[in-house]
């Protein structure tokens, strides 16, 4: 229903105009304008001010630290850092220093990550490094006595999972460059350029339907594979400071080492950095008709050297297993429409396992998901990796460390209902690729 307005007519003599209260008012209203005005730039100069003291005038302090825990056993598995046991152990300490620091009122806690678990008569020895902001206006060894100082008060407050011997506690300041290489011996790590941790709720979606990767250092380990004068035509994962992980149909047509170059960054051009291609090696059992064993490793000539830009992935052991509808992401160069262009600029997808009962039905993909695929995406499409996107990685977050579970591979078109990503499963591949790299 629609309301007509109502209309009113008043005489000039009930009405007199007054001509002053109209002036009034107009200088009334600017006084107001310029004392709000006043005020808001004064609340946002104070906000200013407060801002650089509180936020730009922070920094970032890395320390060392080292102790011995008495109520762990040494096990062998311990020595190799993307073991199992190496993992699950390490996010227990973790979760304990986050616990110890995380509201203790030492500083701004950050982030820990365990480098080293070594050998002891007594138990074990933990190497880590630990994260924390502060004001810039004090120094690393003040801070470094205050950290000692809470950790030593939780000892005898708090009942901690790990016993630490405290006589064996050293904490040593680090400068950014020392934790950075520390950190390279660890794998999955992703940093901003200010060598603060990106966590895993940054990076939301891409793709067919996604977003481009908003930052450097995002997903350092995506690699572009290039032929030499054709530009892009697959993706690959950074497994190590010299081998790439990709899919075996990247090279149908072109097998020749010295044909290839691989770039890193988050653009195609210009890239970060650019390295040629000295090995191929294809899955022996490869099968282009059914997809199977498409799996590839590719040896750089040259190795690179890791940094917040350059990363390698960790690679998930044999025994992981993804629930159905576990979050993972597919990050690429891929066309984001079918049989669209490359994309200069490297994109990302957030999607979901999907088990393999339901991708091998009759209206999806009736039977020819192997044991060595992964389905991910979503059964009514619209999110999705695309041609282009080959050989790239599918990684899963496990408390901010990124494995790769799996190689995209092949699907019906792109991002179509009930037609999802199939992706080489790399966990049933571990030993092969151990087998040609040594990984």
Same mark, same amino acid.
């Given at each position: 229903?629609?309301?007509?307005?109502?209309?009113?007519?008043?005489?000039?003599?009930?009405?007199?105009?007054?001509?002053?209260?109209?002036? @009034?008012?107009? #200088?009334?209203?600017?006084?107001?304008?310029?004392?709000?005005?006043?005020?808001?730039?004064?609340?946002?100069?104070?906000?200013?001010?407060?801002?650089?003291?509180?936020?730009?005038?922070?920094?970032?302090?890395?320390?060392?630290?080292?102790? @011995?825990?008495?109520?762990? !056993?040494?096990?062998? /598995?311990?020595?190799?850092?993307?073991?199992?046991?190496?993992?699950?152990?390490?996010?227990?300490?973790?979760?304990?220093? *986050?616990?110890?620091? @995380?509201?203790?009122?030492?500083?701004?806690?950050? &982030? *820990?990550?365990?480098? !080293?678990?070594?050998? %002891?008569?007594? =138990?074990? /020895?933990?190497?880590?490094?630990?994260?924390?902001?502060?004001?810039?206006?004090?120094?690393?060894?003040?801070?470094?006595?205050?950290?000692?100082?809470?950790?030593?008060?939780?000892?005898?407050? &708090?009942?901690?999972?790990?016993?630490?011997?405290?006589?064996?506690?050293?904490?040593?300041?680090?400068?950014?460059?020392?934790?950075?290489? +520390?950190?390279?011996?660890?794998?999955?790590?992703?940093?901003?350029?200010?060598?603060?941790?990106?966590?895993?709720?940054?990076?939301?979606?891409?793709?067919?339907?996604?977003?481009?990767?908003?930052?450097?250092?995002? #997903?350092? $380990?995506?690699?572009?594979?290039? +032929?030499?004068?054709?530009?892009?035509?697959? =993706?690959?994962?950074?497994?190590?400071?010299? $081998?790439?992980?990709?899919?075996?149909?990247?090279?149908?047509?072109?097998?020749?080492?010295?044909?290839?170059?691989?770039?890193?960054?988050?653009?195609?051009?210009?890239?970060?950095?650019?390295?040629?291609?000295?090995?191929?090696?294809?899955?022996? /059992?490869?099968?282009?008709?059914?997809?199977?064993?498409?799996?590839?490793?590719?040896?750089?000539?040259?190795?690179?050297?890791?940094?917040?830009?350059? @990363?390698?992935?960790?690679?998930?052991?044999?025994?992981?297993?993804?629930?159905? !509808?576990?979050?993972?992401?597919?990050?690429?160069?891929?066309?984001?429409?079918?049989?669209?262009?490359?994309?200069?600029?490297?994109?990302?997808?957030?999607?979901?396992?999907?088990?393999?009962?339901?991708?091998?039905?009759? %209206?999806?993909? %009736?039977?020819?998901?192997?044991?060595?695929?992964?389905?991910?995406?979503?059964?009514?499409?619209?999110?999705?990796?695309?041609?282009?996107?080959?050989?790239?990685?599918?990684?899963?977050?496990?408390?901010?460390? $990124?494995?790769?579970?799996?190689?995209?591979? $092949?699907?019906?078109?792109?991002?179509?209902?009930?037609?999802?990503?199939?992706?080489?499963?790399?966990?049933?591949?571990?030993? #092969?690729?151990?087998?040609?790299?040594?990984?």
């Amino acid at each position: 229903m629609m309301y007509a307005p109502v209309e009113f007519e008043f005489s000039e003599a009930d009405y007199p105009p007054v001509e002053y209260q109209r002036k @009034q008012q107009y #200088w009334d209203s600017i006084r107001l304008a310029i004392f709000t005005l006043v005020i808001v730039a004064i609340i946002g100069i104070t906000i200013g001010i407060v801002a650089h003291f509180v936020v730009e005038d922070d920094k970032s302090f890395y320390y060392l630290a080292s102790f @011995q825990v008495t109520n762990l !056993k040494y096990r062998e /598995n311990y020595g190799l850092r993307t073991s199992k046991e190496f993992i699950q152990r390490s996010h227990q300490i973790e979760r304990m220093m *986050s616990r110890i620091f @995380q509201h203790s009122g030492a500083g701004r806690f950050i &982030k *820990s990550h365990v480098i !080293k678990i070594s050998p %002891d008569e007594n =138990g074990v /020895n933990i190497l880590m490094v630990l994260m924390f902001r502060y004001p810039s206006t004090g120094s690393a060894e003040h801070f470094r006595k205050r950290i000692e100082r809470t950790l030593y008060q939780s000892l005898k407050t &708090k009942k901690l999972p790990f016993t630490i011997n405290k006589p064996s506690f050293t904490l040593t300041s680090i400068d950014s460059k020392k934790m950075r290489n +520390l950190l390279n011996s660890r794998c999955g790590i992703r940093m901003t350029s200010s060598n603060m941790p990106i966590p895993a709720y940054s990076s939301k979606e891409r793709i067919v339907q996604g977003r481009e990767t908003s930052m450097e250092g995002e #997903w350092p $380990w995506q690699a572009s594979l290039q +032929l030499k004068g054709a530009g892009h035509q697959c =993706g690959a994962s950074l497994i190590s400071n010299t $081998w790439l992980l990709t899919a075996a149909h990247c090279f149908r047509k072109n097998k020749d080492p010295s044909q290839w170059i691989a770039t890193f960054g988050t653009t195609i051009t210009p890239p970060i950095v650019q390295r040629n291609v000295g090995k191929i090696i294809v899955h022996e /059992n490869y099968r282009r008709e059914t997809n199977e064993n498409d799996i590839a490793v590719a040896q750089l000539t040259t190795r690179v050297e890791f940094s917040n830009i350059v @990363q390698r992935v960790c690679l998930a052991d044999s025994s992981l297993k993804l629930p159905p !509808k576990t979050s993972v992401f597919v990050t690429g160069f891929g066309s984001i429409v079918d049989d669209g262009p490359t994309q200069n600029k490297l994109r990302q997808a957030r999607v979901e396992t999907i088990s393999s009962d339901v991708c091998n039905r009759k %209206d999806v993909y %009736d039977g020819l998901i192997t044991k060595g695929m992964l389905c991910a995406g979503f059964m009514e499409g619209k999110i999705d990796a695309c041609k282009g996107d080959s050989g790239g990685p599918l990684v899963y977050d496990s408390h901010d460390i $990124w494995y790769l579970v799996g190689i995209v591979s $092949w699907g019906q078109s792109c991002a179509l209902p009930k037609k999802p990503g199939v992706y080489t499963r790399v966990t049933q591949y571990r030993n #092969w690729i151990a087998s040609k790299t040594g990984i």
